[in-house]
């Protein structure tokens, strides 16, 4: 029998309202914020991700899942490697919703030059192959906000006020909310530092993995967040970004700073946050719950080069995403139930010679907005008890031949069990005043 994918998850019962209830939430707390909701492609073309979050990157080296059509697979194969295909043809999963949105942004002529700020926000699933474990999976679902069009550090400050007030929305009390916040530098200043790292790393090449010998070509920044105890420890001494900021970088970063404080969000600097996409330039930001121990929930930073980079005119952007089976196990690790409770239904029970009446009014009852259920396997009326308890009905309507005789049905608090008789015509508005009681 087929089995799930390990590192995938299916959304199901409880599972399903959870998410559910995060983009309700979102919905309610980005709009506040003037973002409006998109939906790209979960499909792209590889160049979309190796031109916006790096070549070099784990994500795009390691962990992106291509996609080939059955079609190609046999001329793929023949030849052995991807070279007779063209850029159309060189698919893959999206393994974050950044690069996808500027790629669209720019095809749709979402920020023309001197226009006002572009705010979307998205959700849906992102596939990376990575080692499943706790928190960590290969298809998960991120919610995402981005900002096109302006480079004012008082954007990435209302961006971070956003994403706190998101997660206490959650439920995250704000006390449990690490927020760590860095400046990566420009195109100005990132070049210096980013040499100034890899000479730190060939300096001490000896007494680090070679996985760090490698990134001190490939991605010098990334030893930062080496696993490897000796490279941190030696990452220790490494030179910071934000002793070689640029005027601009470091009055930016100041200002974002004080605008965060200013609005009393509480953060940590961490000048060694360097997070694991290219495109990222000044302000970074990350936040996770450290009692519950599944790593960051979300993150994300300004990207002002990304546009240029996926083929668009100079344009600056910052944005977000979080993830929702890690906020969903940390929620849960600080003994909070985000599951909402099931919408309350209604239950329509018969004797056998009333099933016509049944039939109609279970029509009339969703007809007029009421959430409402039926047996369709003949049981007895004390089974059709048993199965609206185990449906969670608050209420049942009995339909027997005495009811049909009185052109009305029976209403039963499942709860009280208590019983009122009442007409067939008040039958959808007096359920429906119970229901709000
Ligand atoms: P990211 O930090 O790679 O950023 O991912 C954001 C969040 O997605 C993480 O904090 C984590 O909660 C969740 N996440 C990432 N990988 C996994 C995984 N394998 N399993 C479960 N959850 C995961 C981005 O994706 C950027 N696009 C964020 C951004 C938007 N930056 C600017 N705009």
């Known amino acids: 029998m087929p089995q799930k994918v390990q590192g995938t998850e299916d959304l199901i019962g409880s599972y399903m309202r959870e998410w559910e209830r995060m983009l309700a939430i979102a919905r309610e707390v980005f709009g506040t914020y003037g973002f409006d909701a998109v939906e790209t492609p979960a499909l792209e073309q590889v160049d979309t991700f190796v031109h916006g ?4 990157t784990d994500v795009v080296r390691k962990e992106m899942f291509r996609v080939v059509s059955g079609a190609l697979l046999g001329d793929l194969l023949a030849v052995g490697n991807e070279s007779g295909l063209k850029a159309r043809q060189r698919l893959a999963l999206r393994p974050e919703g950044t690069a996808g949105f500027v790629r669209a942004a720019i095809e749709n002529n979402l920020v023309p030059q001197g226009a006002a700020p572009v705010k979307a926000w998205y959700a849906g699933p992102m596939f990376r192959g990575e080692r499943p474990q706790k928190g960590r999976l290969r298809q998960f679902h991120q919610v995402g906000a981005e900002v096109l069009g302006a480079s004012d550090p008082a954007l990435d400050a209302e961006l ?11 439920g995250f009390p704000a006390e449990s909310l690490k927020l760590r916040i860095n ?36 991605n010098p920044l990334r030893a930062f967040d080496c696993k490897n105890p000796a490279c941190s420890e030696i990452m220790q001494g490494a030179p910071l970004v934000t002793d070689q900021l640029c005027p601009a970088c470091a009055a930016h970063y100041a200002q974002v700073k004080a605008y965060l404080d200013e609005a009393g969000i509480a953060y940590e600097e961490d000048p060694t946050l360097v997070r694991g996409l290219d495109y990222y330039t000044r302000t970074v930001f990350e936040v996770d719950v450290e009692e519950a121990g599944v790593g960051a929930i979300g993150g994300g930073g300004r990207y002002d080069g990304l546009v240029e980079l996926e083929g668009g005119k100079p344009t600056p952007g910052i944005g977000f995403a979080v993830g929702f089976e890690r906020i969903s196990l940390a929620l849960r690790a600080l003994g909070s139930s985000p599951a909402p409770e099931p919408e309350p239904c209604v239950f329509v029970a018969c004797t056998p010679d009333q099933r016509q009446a049944a039939f109609s009014a279970t029509h009339a009852l969703r ?16 089974s059709q008890f048993k199965l609206a308890d185990k449906l969670g009905a608050r209420l049942c309507v009995v339909l027997g031949p005495d009811e049909a005789a009185a052109g009305s049905a029976t209403l039963r608090d499942m709860e009280t069990h208590e019983q009122v008789l009442v007409s067939l015509a008040e039958l959808a508005e007096a359920i429906k005043a119970r229901l709000e009681a």
């Open 183 to 218: 400046s990566m530098g420009d195109a100005i200043c990132r070049p210096a530092y980013r040499a100034s790292v890899r000479a730190f790393i060939l300096a001490h090449a000896d007494g680090m993995c070679d996985d760090c010998r490698e990134r001190a070509e490939l």
């Open 160 to 170: 971070i006020i956003m994403l706190i007030e998101f997660f206490v929305k959650l």
């Open 53 to 56: 979050i790096g070549e070099s």
């Open 367 to 382: 007809a007029a907005g009421i959430r409402t259920e039926a047996d369709y396997q003949g049981r007895s009326l004390k």
